[in-house]
């Protein structure tokens, strides 16, 4: 169904211009930050002149490491509602979810509750724990293939649940968790709830007071827009002093603070979530990561959201006005997120073809996946699906695509961007998500 276009809460082309210059240049098209964001210009600037400050250091060098720390610790919160002493600067995801699992105390005879669909990370530290008793139950996807909630609902009501660590936003399908509701029932049972935000912050707003999230757990390389090797933990405040964690850092603990005195080794660990950072930060990455986040906030939640709303309605209404295409994610109220995915006959073909016009997008579980941010708009998503009705599911546009991009002589800089994405996955690099 055609609906009428939104207007943009923000100044699209100029922030494009600014902040993503690349959009304007090389006719590529980006609908992947859920996999992978990329760094806006103020971020690429930050890393030059913090790398050029660490090649020439001098007393600043060892002030900005004092001092990078605390300003993500204030920015963290305030994105997510939440106060410095509840943040703990950390390198992934990953490291909120270890923190969690070996820190909550589980014992042999703990239950701990997952949806089938969760990215591996929010897997692995759960299982490692069965070979010490402890048990964890997986809910089966609804015969949709999206997260059943209301399963999982009925499994916490039966009041033997410990823990319940989930994505507030799934990286496949993009459904999104009704968080409030989540929560209520696990404070009506006494269960600890351990969110994976990494798919959802950025673009999603988030209250983690409101909601009354124990731990939150959360990278910053794809909605945050940031490097690799930044990311944040949040403990609620109340629980900080109560976790009990198997590795710590040397930085988290009183008599650290005074590096002209560090011999005294008293076992005093600092009184908020600063105890549970593990040393020495990527400092290069952490001060790139304020710089991102600065990004968001001066373009708030709630308009962000609404502009990631707006370019998808150009993807929806093409998938709705097709019979060869079939809409994979929950577009129901509240569920929606940065990330739309929907499957035809053959994705693998597609997704290769989207590839080769330059549009990146991800093949995730036999569905395509588009995720859509700030640096979009809805010309992206026509480049996709193509100008007309009528093309082809198999490959919607990219013949079109393919033609455009010859004609603006740039086919041969995507061709070596693509050769040169090969040969860094070739020596094992390459990111997923």
Known sequence: MNVTPDPMPFDVRTLRRSEFPWTEEDGAVYLNSASTGPLPERTRAAIEKFTAMACRPDYYLYEAHRD?????????????????????????TTFGINLAASALGLRPGDRVLLMHGEFPANVYPWLNLERRGVAVDLIPRDSRGLPNEEAALERLARGDIRVFSVSSVNFCTGYRIDLE?????????????????????????????????????????KWLLSPQGAGFAYIRRELIERLDPVTVGWLGYEQSQDYANLLDYRLEPLSDARRFELGSLAFCSVDAFNHSLSLLLELGAAPIEQHVLTVQQVLIDWI??????????????????GIIAFSVSDPARLHERLQSAGITVSLREGAIRVSVHVFNSREDIRAGVGRDSGCRAESPGAEGRLVALQRRGRLRRLAARRVAHRLHRGRGGGLVG
């Open 68 to 92: 990078v720390p605390v300003r993500a610790r204030r920015t963290c919160a305030e994105l997510i509602g939440a106060v410095p002493d509840e943040i703990a600067v950390g390198f992934n």
């Open 181 to 221: 509701t989540v929560s209520s029932e696990c404070r009506r049972h006494g269960t600890y709830l351990v969110v994976d935000g990494i798919q959802a912050l950025g673009v999603v707003p988030l209250n983690v007071a409101a909601t009354h999230v124990d731990i939150f757990a959360c990278g910053g390389q």
């Open 320 to 337: 709705e006005s097709r019979t060869d295409v079939q809409m994979v994610s929950d577009l129901g109220p509240g569920r929606r997120s």
